[in-house]
């Protein structure tokens, strides 16, 4: 088992950056691939991006790619996405994953809100 804690989400005017961390407790967080989904009122989960065991893997959905980035640390056991250029089709609730998965979706936090104003 792994609890996810996610915090960072917030307004930000559209052009404007934040950065999400997730803080991870539980067994072995290294032994986890590591990922961020989001969900915008009325619509599905999506995937945004994921992050390998070591961090040498990243992987983003197309519509976030050149505008953020993942990182985890595993001395401190967090999970970070740098958001750079919002949209305000960024605007969802941002959750922290963790799991063995390509995608990893076995353990998710309860979210964050990120609303970007135009």
């Known amino acids: 088992q792994v609890q996810l804690v996610e915090s960072g989400g917030g307004l930000v005017q559209a052009g404007g950056s934040l950065r999400l961390s997730c803080a991870a407790s539980?067994?072995?967080?290294?032994?986890?691939?590591m990922g961020w989904f989001r969900q915008a009122p009325g619509k599905e989960r999506e995937f945004v991006a994921a992050i390998s065991r070591n961090g040498g893997g990243t992987y983003y959905a197309d519509s976030v790619k050149g505008r953020f980035t993942i990182s985890r640390d595993n001395a401190k056991n967090t999970v970070n996405l740098q958001m750079n250029s919002l949209k305000p089709e960024d605007t969802a609730v941002y959750y922290c994953t963790a799991g063995t998965a390509l995608i990893p979706n076995d353990y998710w936090g309860q979210g964050t809100q990120v609303t970007v104003s135009s």
């Open positions: 539980g067994r072995s967080f290294s032994g986890y691939r």
